[in-house]
Structures are given as C-alpha cells and as structure tokens.
C-alpha cells in the first residue's frame, strides 16, 4: 500500500508477478470502503423510489395502451389514448431510467470512489429535488391534458408551458447531480495522484460526460424554442431545427440508458460469477468509444425527413455504425469473462464453461437475458439505422419492438438483476433464497411477455402497422385487418409484461422493507492478473472532449447552417388533441 | 495497451464485415441513387392550397422527366387530398407531398414509400410501383387525436387486366 507509486512504475518496465503486487495494493485500498455511507445510500434511494413509482404507472400505463390497441377494449372517463402514450414515454424513457440511473451511479462512485463530501451529497439531492419538481410540473399538465404531445414533443403541436419548463427543470437537475458525481471522481484523482481512477467511476462520469453534452441540445430547444414559443413571446417556430435538437439528444440518451447496463456488465457480474474483469483499458476504451460516436448520429432518426440533404444523412449512418465496434469489444469481454470462468472452474470443452456459470443466482441470470437479448436488439438496430433500409420501419411499430428489446429488455433486465444487491445493500438488508427464486421467475415472465410482445411488434410493424397510433380500421383497409391478430398478440405479451411489473414491484418492497437486517455484499470485480497497466492517455479527458465535440461539429455544422439560412419561416402552434 | 490475440481476430472481422456492409450501403445510395427521401424544396405552409402543384393535388402523366407519373398529396389535420389514387402496375412514380399544418407521416403500407410530412417543406421520393394490388396510405407520425382517422388509397392496376376488364 505505502508504495503504489513505485510499484506502478515497475508495471511499465516488467510485467507479470510486479503486476499482481500492484493490483494486490488497488485491492487493499478499496477493501476499506466496500460499503456505501449510509448518507449516500438514502440519496441513492430517493431516486430508486421516484423511479420505482415511474416503473408501477408507466407500465399501468402501457397495459392499457396494448388493450386498447389490440381493438377490444375503450378508455372510460374521456381519458385520451395519446394522453395515456405521453405517460408511458415520458415515466418510462426518461423518469424510470434517469432516475434509477443516477441512483445507481450515486451508489457507484460512493462505493469505488469513495464517500460523496457534504458539498457533494448537498447537490445530490439539489439535484434530485430540481429533477423531481421538472418530474411533478410535466406530470400535471400531462394529466390535465394540457400537454398530450409524447415524449418526443415535436412542434408545432404545442403544449402548455409549465410542461416544457418541467421537462428543462429535469434536464438541469440532471446537469446538477452529475456534476456532484463527477466531483467526488476528482477529488479521488487529487488524493491519489497519477494512476487511472476506479473503473466503476471512470464510467460513470464518461456517462455523465455524454449525457451533460447531448442534453444541451434538447435544453437549447427547449429554453430558446419552446418556451418562448409556448409563452407566446415570439409566434414561431422553427420545426427541423427543433427536431433536429432533439435527436441531436435523443440518441445519446439511449446509450445513456445502456452504459450503466454495461457497468454491471463489466465490473459487477465477473465477481457474481466468481471471476475478474478481463481488461480494464479495454474496458475504458470501449467506453470512450461510446461518448465519441453516440451524439453525431441524430439524423440516422430523421432519415426520411425533408430538408436535411442526403451526403449528411450518410455521414452520420456511418458515424452511427462505429458503435459496432465498442459492442464487439463489449461482448468479447463478457464471453471471455464467462470462458474464464468455467475453465477456472473445471470446465473442458468448448462450450462447457457455460454449465459452470451460476444458473441460479438471480444477480447473475436475469442480467444475462438482457445480454442475449442485446443480439436480436442490436440487429434490428442495424437495419433501423441503414439509410435508405430505414424507409421500410420508420415509424412502424417495429420501431417500438425494437426498443423494447434495448431498454425494456436488456437495459431494464440488467437493472432489475442489479437490484437484488443493491437495494439491500442500501437498506441494509439481505437477498433472500426466496426472493432470488422469485426474482428468477419473474425475469422469466418477463422474458416471456417480452418475447410475445416484442416479436408481434417486429412482424406486424415489416408489414406496415404504424407505431403511437390507437386503435383503427382504416377505413376497412384489408391490410389493417390483417394486423389485428398481431395486435393481440401484443396486448397477451404486454398483459404478461405488466405481471412482471406488479412482481418486480413487490420484490422491490420486499428488499427495500421487509428483507432480513444484514450485509449484502456490492460487488465490484478486479483486474485479471494478466492484465496490462491501464494507460494514462483514457483519461486524457481533454483530448477525448476535444475529438467529440469536432465529430459533432463535422456532423452537424453545414446541416445546421442550411437550415437557418434556407428554411421556412416557422411554425404557429397547435393544439389537436 | 495490451489486446489478446482472439480479441484481435474478433475485431479485425467485425471491422471488415462492418466496411463491407457500409460500402453496400454506400454504393447504393451514391451510386445507385437509393437515397431516403430528403428534398431541400420550401413552401409557405399558409398558402399550399394555392402554390402549384399543391393548387391541383392528384395523379398526373408527365413527359420528359426520369418519372412517368406525380402523385401530389396534400396533407392536413386529419386528412390527405385527395385520398384515392391509381397508377399503373410498372410505372415510376414520384411521390410529392407536404403538410398545411403539423408534422405529419406519409407512408404506403407494405412499401418502403415512407416520408415526413414537415410544414414549410415538400416531402419528395420516386419509385417504380412494381406490386399490384390496394394499398393504405396512413399517417405514421402522431398529429392529434384523429391521427388514426389519416389515411388515403393507392391502387396499383395492371394496365393488360384494366383493358380486358373494359
């Protein structure tokens, strides 16, 4: 411990048994703060508690919205179905994700990097406390049918203004609690001087970073365009630009749901599963690789838009495709984590390992399904992204059984499995046997549900049906009839789905209040003892920062400034709902 | 930084298939002239009713031009204009159409015919209409509460069977 400088600098000139002594030293440093501070833990709650609430009403949400679709069913009371979609979006794309997001991460950088200072954890909860008042204002005017727009909000539909303040209140928040998050990572680098930070933090502030950066555009659009707009300050507005801003946001914002997925991946489940991250610079780069080429890729949802010429549209298609390569990285780490694993574990043959892998621990299974299911997501990813192959999904609702495999599989499967540790661990509780075979069952009802309603999707959107659409005949259209069984299908997988909710809900209560007093372990896998030094140039935060913001600039730049100079007036608003 | 030998492999041949892949991509498009729809064409949303060719929307033969017919569709809450058309089976098409008031979708059911509808600019897309039969034109992008209530016809006829019907 006294000499981690020293044997760092044995790393870099020989390799091998001077390597394990280093990473020995890490592992004493870190055993002494393997528990989150209790402080940290309450903060880290608060926000599981608002997302968990997401999770129950959003989902309530989306079983009406299949029922109704499904063409059996009515709303009663005058209640709108668009309202109803504007609910789901909203609590489930942004609240449920966001929210559990930064209570995850709050919990990361405490437990790796160390206790948040005072200063830190008081703008945790400023943070916190801005995004939940954005959260309470949006949901209001939602109920009130003041703002049945969708989550996605495209003028000239126009909403009430106290909505769109909600929505710049939550995105400030934000901005708020990964500023605390990213201090309490710098203050670690100041303590300890040259050497790469804990791999968990190092993560969590890339997230952060990627986040912050693509979320200036949706709050550019919504402090200079719609609010000024909505307020009636000025009469128009600009309706691509404002799109554009928004996907400039929107798609980050999905790698933002995923790289927590992947923290758990790469740092949580090789210790679950009794083994070692395979590489930690690999682990880094692949991250880095992320922040790159996530946000000059917004056109790839604005392909058959007009006015965006089509040399641009390319550009960022294949800007959008380089994320291949950090998900390859991705999934050769993880198959090489598990092939360890078994091997080390006795395992001879070529796929044998795979027995040897921890089938009935619940912390490891239900995450795992999120990865398999990251295949078929990620392929149909590829084909929504393929410049012209776009026009045959776009706006189908392959679209939407598209990212119910991402987020609502993979993305939320991951969460779920992390919940098992995490909350008790917060709570200090422990996992119960019960609870872990309950949580088994439940990932398998999920995995069920999902598999029906996601895979309905898929066909019925290739044949044309439309997504965020209620319920219709078309006029008694003979192709819309052959739609109907396909959006049964989806109101029988949805109504397992919401079954899975009601089930994740109760484990939730259960490790949150009920589940016996004790210590359950967070864990946080180390370095394989083969590894390398990590290089210092992964947090050479400058130059990283540097090359994203000139591949945004290259993206966007000529776009942009054809659409000041040879767009349309603008847009008056509408209210149609 | 050290990367593993397999690693290297895996990586190598997910590059190569992923250049492979984007030359298709770009090959089509640059070369065979497969791009989406993304017309750089402007009008004042207000007056669409009375600028050309939006002042007489429906299908019409044209010569000298890489198209055989226009099909100009005008769309607005929560309707398109007018909402039944007929080409015949071969022809190509361009596709021209443009929004009064919201966003809007124009999409051919079981087609890759699918385009925004944006105020202010005209949506463009040409195509050979080359499967016979009737075809849903709906609105894909949400626009209010009638949304679903959006929808035209697109028949394709084979001119042999038309004639032999009459």
Redesign the interface.
């Known amino acids: 411990m006294k000499n981690a400088n020293s044997s760092k600098q044995d790393g870099r000139t020989a390799a091998g048994i001077i390597l394990k002594k280093s990473f020995l030293t890490q592992g004493l440093k870190t055993e002494k703060r393997e528990t989150v501070d209790r402080r940290d833990a309450k903060l880290a709650m608060a926000h599981i508690y608002v997302a968990m609430t997401a999770l129950l009403l959003g989902g309530l949400a989306g079983l009406v919205q299949v029922m109704v679709r499904s063409g059996q069913f009515q709303l009663p009371f005058g209640i709108?179905y668009?309202q109803v979609?504007t609910v789901h979006g909203i609590l489930l794309g942004l609240i449920l994700t966001t929210f559990f997001i930064f209570g995850f991460q709050i919990s990361a950088v405490s437990r790796t990097a160390g206790t948040l200072s005072d200063k830190q954890r008081f703008w945790g909860w400023t943070g916190f406390s801005v995004m939940t008042a954005g959260t309470i204002m949006a949901a209001v005017m939602v109920l009130l049918n003041e703002a049945s727009v969708?989550y996605t909000f495209?003028?000239?539909?126009m909403a009430h203004w106290i909505f769109y303040l909600g929505l710049a209140f939550v995105v400030v928040g934000s901005w708020i609690g990964a500023f605390a998050q990213i201090a309490r990572y710098a203050q670690w680098k100041r303590e300890n001087g040259k050497q790469p930070g804990p791999l968990l933090s190092f993560m969590v502030v890339v997230n952060n970073l990627m986040w912050v950066i693509c979320s200036i555009g949706v709050a550019v659009a919504v402090l200079f365009q719609f609010l000024p707009w909505s307020l009636g300050l000025v009469e128009r507005i600009d309706?691509?630009m404002s799109?554009t801003l928004f996907w400039y946001f929107g798609h980050p914002l999905v790698y933002f749901w995923l790289l927590p997925a992947y923290m758990v991946w790469y740092t949580i489940i090789p210790k679950i599963i009794g083994g070692k991250i395979f590489?930690d610079?690999?682990a880094r780069?692949s991250f880095l690789l992320f922040l790159l080429f996530s946000i000059p890729v917004g056109f790839h949802h604005?392909?058959?838009?007009?006015?965006?010429?089509?040399f641009w549209?390319?550009l960022q298609?294949?800007l959008t495709?380089m994320v291949?390569?950090p998900s390859?990285?991705t999934a050769?780490a993880m198959f090489?984590t598990f092939e360890s694993v078994g091997r080390a574990k006795g395992a001879t043959g070529l796929f044998s390992f795979f027995k040897k892998l921890p089938w009935d621990d619940v912390r490891f299974v239900v995450p795992f399904i999120g990865m398999v299911a990251f295949i078929p997501a990620g392929a149909g990813g590829?084909i929504n992204a393929?410049?012209?192959?776009?026009?045959?999904i776009?706006?189908?609702i392959w679209v939407t059984g598209h990212f119910h495999l991402t987020v609502a599989t993979t993305v939320v499967l991951t969460f779920f499995g992390a919940m098992y540790w995490l909350i008790p661990h917060l709570t200090g509780r422990k996992l119960t046997p019960k609870l872990n075979r309950l949580g088994i069952i439940q990932g398998i009802v999920w995995t069920v549900g999902m598999s029906i309603m996601s895979g309905a999707m898929h066909i019925v959107g290739l044949?044309?049906?439309?997504?965020?659409?209620?319920?219709?005949t078309?006029?008694g259209?003979?192709?819309?009839a052959e739609w109907v069984p396909y959006q049964l299908a989806q109101a029988v997988g949805g109504t397992i789905l919401f079954i899975g909710i009601v089930l994740i809900i109760y484990i939730f209560l259960q490790l949150a209040f009920f589940a016996p007093k004790g210590v359950q372990e967070y864990p946080v896998a180390e370095v394989s003892e083969g590894?390398?030094q990590t290089?210092m140039f992964l947090e050479n935060w400058k130059m990283w920062i540097t090359i994203c913001v000139a591949l945004i600039l290259l993206a966007y730049t000529i776009p942009f400034i054809?659409m000041m100079q040879?767009?349309?007036?603008?847009?008056v608003g509408?209210k149609?709902? | 930084?050290?990367?593993?030998k397999?690693?290297k492999w895996?990586?190598t041949f997910?590059?190569t298939c992923?250049v492979v892949?984007?030359s298709i991509?770009?090959f089509?498009?640059?070369h065979a002239g497969?791009?989406?729809?993304?017309?750089?064409?402007?009008?004042?949303?207000e007056h669409v009713d009375e600028i050309a060719p939006f002042d007489n929307p429906g299908v019409r033969k044209v010569e000298g031009e890489e198209w055989d017919y226009e099909v100009v569709v005008v769309a607005a809450?929560f309707m398109y204009t007018p909402n039944e058309f007929e080409v015949p089976l071969g022809s190509k098409v361009k596709f021209i159409a443009t929004t009064k008031?919201?966003?809007h979708?124009f999409?051919?059911?079981?087609?890759?015919?699918?385009?925004?509808?944006?105020?202010?600019?005209?949506?463009?897309f040409v195509t050979t209409v080359d499967k016979p039969g009737?075809?849903?034109i709906?609105?894909?992008?949400?626009?209010?509460?009638?949304?679903?209530?959006m929808?035209a016809?697109l028949k394709v006829v084979d001119p042999d069977e038309k004639r032999e019907q009459q």
């Open positions: 709108g668009y979609l969708l495209y003028a000239p539909l309706v691509l799109r590489s610079s690999l780069l604005q392909l058959t838009e007009p006015g965006i010429d089509a549209k390319f298609v294949v495709f291949v390569i390859l990285m050769f090489a590829i393929s410049h012209q192959m776009n026009q045959v776009h706006n189908t044949m044309g049906a439309p997504r965020r659409s209620n319920f219709s078309y006029g259209s003979e192709q819309a590894a390398q290089p054809d040879n767009g349309p007036p603008g847009s509408y149609l709902w | 930084m050290h990367i593993h397999y690693e895996w990586l997910g590059i992923l892949f984007l991509v770009g089509s498009a640059f497969a791009h989406p729809p993304s017309a750089q064409v402007y009008i004042n949303q809450a008031d919201v966003v979708g999409q051919i059911a079981g087609t890759n015919i699918n385009m925004m509808l944006e105020p202010g600019y005209v949506s463009e009737e075809f849903l709906l609105c894909n992008e949400y626009c209010g509460v009638g949304h679903t209530a929808s016809k």
